[in-house]
């Protein structure tokens, strides 16, 4: 089974703060993407990579950057927490060969930021 | 750009009833449609999915058609049980992006006994 594990599922912090988000598969997946869960906003892509060092911005990447120095582990980096960034954070990976684009996600970390 | 819109929720049943949750996607080209389920406190995991036009992708008792003509992916069963009480989103995916989804706002089903 593809095992898609964040580091916390639930984080609390304060504003000003800087918050490392964590995340690793395990099934070699080339891509790899973070997303944010908002109410009636559904999933929002902040960030992806397809490859070791590669990084793309989503659609709200402000406030956010990532890393990934290995295949398997993807880090979301909130710089410097803001209330506004209270939200639940998923990850998922995927192949990038056509045809395995199925997304697996990890359980997901709810933030508070205080 | 590419979207999703699903049907306003919350959507409140009964055992048994008939669910239908709706789709519609703008997309250029040929994308493929997928619905996720995410149960309570859980991630996002695949329910079915539909590569081509006229598809029906189904999966534990759901099932949704791929209709062109309409840009639609509605989500059916035919009877509800509590155990199907999660957010549902519908999402589209195309070739040439890089492997990303694009999802739509998410559904909430509530099944009562």
């Known amino acids: 089974d593809v095992k898609v594990t964040q580091s916390s599922r639930y984080l609390v912090k304060r504003t000003g703060e800087k918050v490392f988000l964590e995340c690793v598969q395990d099934m070699d997946h080339e891509n790899m993407f973070w997303y944010r869960q908002d109410p009636g906003l559904g999933l929002r892509l902040i960030y992806f990579?397809?490859?070791?060092?590669?990084?793309e911005k989503g659609d709200i990447p402000e406030g956010y950057s990532v890393s990934r120095e290995k295949k398997e582990r993807f880090s979301l980096i909130l710089e410097s927490a803001s209330t506004n960034q209270t939200s639940m954070y998923l990850c998922?990976?995927?192949?990038?060969?056509?045809?395995?684009?199925?997304?697996?996600f990890g359980p997901g970390t709810r933030l508070t930021v205080t | 750009g590419d979207s999703v819109t699903q049907m306003e929720g919350p959507v409140t049943l009964s055992e048994e009833a008939f669910l239908t949750i709706n789709c519609t996607y703008t997309a250029t080209g040929y994308p493929s449609l997928f619905w996720y389920v995410q149960y309570p406190g859980e991630g996002l995991q695949l329910l079915l999915k539909a590569t081509k036009a006229d598809d029906k992708g189904s999966n534990k008792g759901f099932e949704a058609t791929y209709r062109k003509e309409t840009t639609s992916f509605h989500l059916e069963k035919g009877s509800v049980q509590v155990s199907d009480s999660a957010v549902y989103f519908c999402?589209?995916?195309?070739?040439?992006?890089?492997?990303?989804?694009?999802f739509g706002q998410g559904t909430i089903l509530t099944v009562h006994p």
């Open positions: 990579s397809y490859d070791v060092k590669m990084k």
């Open positions: 999402a589209l995916f195309r070739p040439t992006s890089y492997g990303k989804l694009t």
């Open positions: 998922a990976s995927s192949f990038i060969r056509t045809g395995s684009y199925e997304q697996y």
